[in-house]
């Protein structure tokens, strides 16, 4: 498993081997602010997070926009209440290693032991009960 190492938009820097040495579940969340159904699906994840961060669970939004469209990442994340971390892929470094296909949104579940167990492309209503049923198992 690649690891990686990115900013937040509150400044701290998260690193993906930290979260795998914490024996946490990660749950990569690939999106960009002009994505209809990652808007959509940002309030399941942010559930998602409250309910199980407690247990392990940790949500890392890595947002795929350009320079064009970063600036409004972090107003993004205060006005919809997003709690878990939110990094900004400059360089799509990321983006390369775990989303090739570069689609938005993107999920890849990570578990305890740092291997990858789901992935999911895209978002339709009703897609987070098996998130969430993924999740559970490696919890």
């Not at 290693?97 to 938005?104: F, H």
């Not at 993107?106 to 992935?119: A, M, N, P, Q, T």
């Amino acid at each position: 498993m690649p690891d990686f190492a990115l900013a937040d938009v509150s400044g701290g820097e998260v690193r993906l081997s930290d979260l795998i040495a914490k024996q946490q579940v990660v749950y990569l969340d690939f999106w960009a602010t002009w994505c209809g159904p990652c808007a959509a699906e940002m309030p399941q994840l942010e559930h998602l997070y409250e309910t199980y961060k407690g247990r392990g669970l940790v949500v890392l939004g890595i947002s795929m926009d350009d320079p064009g469209t970063m600036g409004a990442v972090a107003s993004y994340v205060h006005r919809n209440g997003l709690t878990f971390p939110v990094m900004i892929d400059t360089d799509s470094r990321v983006t390369g290693l775990y989303n090739s296909t570069r689609s938005a949104p993107y999920g890849v579940l990570i578990d305890r032991s740092g291997k990858i167990v789901d992935e999911h492309p895209g978002y339709s209503p009703g897609d987070e009960i098996n998130l969430e049923n993924r999740i559970k198992e490696h919890l």
